[in-house]
């Protein structure tokens, strides 16, 4: 076979780029855009509201090193490293037992020792205006605000909702969800702490439900409080002093939560996942596929494996590994492991150390006991929680 009948026939293999419409631009699908236009595909993405109110939104993440991996890979983490906090310890403390355990950096994998963090602290403006800047640079993305945009296909290839919890897509495609209510709420608000080291993000289980405090640099920690969701809303109309208050009565000794940043906010929260993940041509992603109890702080890290799964279907079926018809059941089967067991791993986190059952208390004791002794275990679970149950097989060699 001469030099262009070869060209041609491998001109053939490959299949024309994908036209990809992306319905929500929150931190899933502004970094699904990314990841799908990096990925050679041709990128719409929609979003109901406008930027300001997008970015308005006051959270914080805690990035694992499965999100770092991604941002890295999408040239993300240079722009980005200069907002974010890195911790080097991460604290556990069982309040009901009066037991503590800290993870550092030599319970890393080898392999992320080089990064010098057990994780990163970053403000959810500062990560939205850095996604938003790169998606108005990208001549394969079109971006448009304010616009509520068909679960249709229109002229595009695939069709990804991305459009959160209450997902507007996924019930218009008639996709139903499990739904597992919490008693708990979740509080959640920026304070300034004194005597809380900024290096150190704290996971506190108390019988009323877990506190976690991550520190965003300085002396500025976001506060995510669980509790009955009664608690939640009676502390949000609480004044500032009577908030600091109590939050001091359960601080770690020696801390002292000085001044309220922003007005608290109170939120349900629920387990819950979607019974399909689409059809053909339409695919659910993020949190309109699954949401979690935040304890743990893996919302937002398993949203960006969906990404990184995706992106990586779409490479394969670039380099035709994989036909268009497969997308969805390939992108199904990658995922599935991974976020039932976070979603089972959250949940029995919340049911067992929100409790003060006796039997379990003698549970706890022994986990955290074994924790505490070996750093092999601890090992493990930081491993868990960067990339779910997946990936066990680096851990063995590494
Ligand atoms: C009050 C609150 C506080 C939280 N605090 C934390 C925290 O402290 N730390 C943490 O890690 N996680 C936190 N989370 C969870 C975290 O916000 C989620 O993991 C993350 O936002 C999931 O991203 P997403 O893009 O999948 O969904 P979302 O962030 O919900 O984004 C969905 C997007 O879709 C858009 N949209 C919806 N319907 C349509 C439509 N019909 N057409 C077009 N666009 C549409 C919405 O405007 C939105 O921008 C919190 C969640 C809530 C609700």
Known sequence: MDFHNRKRKTDLLIPPPLRIKIIGAGPTGALLALAMSRAGSQVSLYDSLDEESLLARSRA??????????????SLWEPLSPFVNSFTTLHLEDRGLLKKVNFELNDLNKSHLKY?????IVDHKSLMKILYSRISQDPNILFELLSESSSSLDNNDLVVAADGPTSFTRRSWGIRVFNLPYRQGCLTAKVIIRGANEST???????????????MGGEIFQVVWSAPISLCKERAAFTTSQFLDQLAAILPYGFEPDILLESPTAFPMRFSLS????????????????????????????????VQTLMHLIEKYNNGM?????????YSAARFLDVLAIGVFTDLLVRVYSNRFFP?????????????????????????????PTKFFTILSD
């Open 61 to 74: 993440y805690a990035l694992t090193h499965s999100s770092r991996e991604l941002l890295d890979k999408l």
């Open 116 to 120: 010098g963090a057990i994780g990163w």
């Open 201 to 215: 993000a704290h996971e506190i289980l108390r019988p009323e439900g877990p506190l976690a405090l991550l520190p």
């Open 275 to 306: 019974l399909g993940l689409g059809s053909r041509n339409k695919l659910l992603i993020g949190e309109s596929a699954h949401r979690f109890h935040p304890v743990g702080g893996q919302g937002l890290n398993v949203c960006w494996r969906d």
């Open 322 to 330: 994989v036909k268009r018809g497969s997308l969805l059941t390939a």
């Open 360 to 388: 379990l208390k003698v549970l706890r004791f022994f986990v955290i006991t074994l924790i505490s002794l070996s750093s092999s275990v601890r090992r493990f679970l930081l491993h868990f929680m960067t990339y779910g």
